[in-house]
């Protein structure tokens, strides 16, 4: 049996059910694999000293050090964060505290790799943690782990040292392995691990029927993902004042919620564009297959996994010619890849509404990007890093 810890400070809990679930999808079909024992650690940040009171971070302190989660062993250590500065310090901080349970684990259950979910602060820490117990490790880029820490002071430092130290990387989409190798990663050491998508969740049903449930008339647009300006809820939102009739469903919760209702409100948009703020995932499949496009203009993505579930359920997708944005809408079918200025993806989705694909054509595309090659992919590599065995 392959033993395997997965580091993630991006998983779920009881008080942010929908926080990392990609990251967890994953794990747990990691898990289920037969030739696999699997346990997880997920480290939880609260405010270093005083800080640690403030009201935030309370659900946090409330949660179990150790539970069982969907099947799943969890470990949910915590480690001090500094907010605003802190960020270059955060590596060494989460290494430093969670160690000794680290190292307590190991000694009950020896695990033979560890498994980091995200490249910061998680691939660093584990860089450290791996180094003091004598392990191999992998660390995964998905995105946002490189493309905002990188360019933070005194965090590119820690995420190029890490990759040179790691016994093998994982990347989301081959443009994400580029932007790895342009900052000082190891490029033979460097795999292209795609997401999965669940098919018989996210598959394509009636529209009509699907759009009457929600109680929408006419075309349908669809955006989900964390309000901040980097992934273009706004740009949609002006797109909206040259598709008359159409309606906008936002899902997602963040900093930019308060300038988005403004600007709704400011557009005179408020009876076609909805924010719906967070959903639980599960709530999602029936959105999707509804809506006629799925559109986010990211400014950057690794490859965003709403692309791939969005075509699995027959929506094609209007998006920003970004990261592994090429890898998923390769074809007429899946979408279009715009500038991130409305006029552009308003003329996009006009261009779908009006020549709209077949829902089975568009689902094609995606069929891909299945949990069992993911599951495989994962194994077999960590597989190998494990036999090269313990480190000198």
């Given amino acids: 049996m392959l033993r395997i810890l997965t580091l993630s400070s991006l998983f779920p809990d009881a008080g942010r059910p929908t926080f990392g679930v990609f990251v967890e999808r994953q794990t747990l079909g990691l898990a289920a694999h037969p030739d696999v024992e699997l346990r997880v650690a997920a480290p939880i940040g609260v405010g270093a000293g005083p800080l640690g009171l403030h009201p935030r971070y309370r659900p946090m302190r409330a949660l179990p050090a150790r539970e069982k989660w969907k099947g799943l062993t969890v470990y949910r250590p915590r480690f001090p964060v500094v907010p605003l500065i802190g960020g270059r310090f955060t590596p060494a901080l989460m290494a430093r505290a969670i ?23 998680d691939g660093p820490a584990a860089a450290r943690i791996a180094g003091a117990l004598g392990l191999p490790f992998s660390i995964k880029a998905r995105g946002s782990d490189i493309h905002h820490w990188a360019e933070q002071a005194g965090c590119r430092f820690e995420i190029v040292s890490a990759a040179r130290q790691a016994d093998g990387l994982l990347a989301v989409s081959a443009a994400l392995r580029e932007d790895m190798v342009a900052l000082g990663a190891p490029r033979d050491r460097i795999s292209v691990h795609y997401t999965g998508v669940d098919l018989d969740r996210f598959r394509p049903v009636d529209r009509a029927g699907a759009k ?85 203009p990211s400014a950057a993505e690794g490859l965003a996994n709403v692309w791939v579930e969005a075509l699995a359920s027959g929506t094609p997708v209007v998006t920003s010619d970004v990261g592994g944005a090429r890898e998923v809408i390769d074809r007429a079918a899946a979408g279009r890849l715009v500038a991130r200025d409305p006029a552009a993806v308003a003329a996009a989705i006009g261009e779908i509404l009006a020549d709209p694909p077949l829902q089975h054509v568009v689902r094609a595309t995606a069929e891909r990007f299945t949990w069992a090659r993911n599951t495989q992919s994962l194994y077999d590599h960590l597989a190998r890093l494990a036999a090269s065995g313990r480190r000198a």
């Fill in 212 to 296: 009457a449930a929600l109680g929408v008339r006419g075309p349908l647009l669809l955006s989900v993902g964390y309000l901040i300006d980097r992934k273009g809820q706004q740009i949609a939102v002006a797109a909206m004042r040259d598709l008359p009739g159409a309606t906008l469903l936002i899902v997602g919760q963040g900093p930019a919620r308060a300038a988005l209702e403004q600007q709704i409100a400011a557009l005179g948009l408020g009876d076609r564009v909805r924010l719906l703020g967070a959903l639980p995932h599960e709530a999602l499949p029936p959105l999707f297959a509804a809506a006629d496009v799925m559109v986010l």
């Fill in 99 to 121: 160690l000794p349970l680290l190292r307590d684990i190991h000694a009950e259950w020896p695990f033979d790799v560890i498994d980091a979910e995200f490249f910061y602060p």
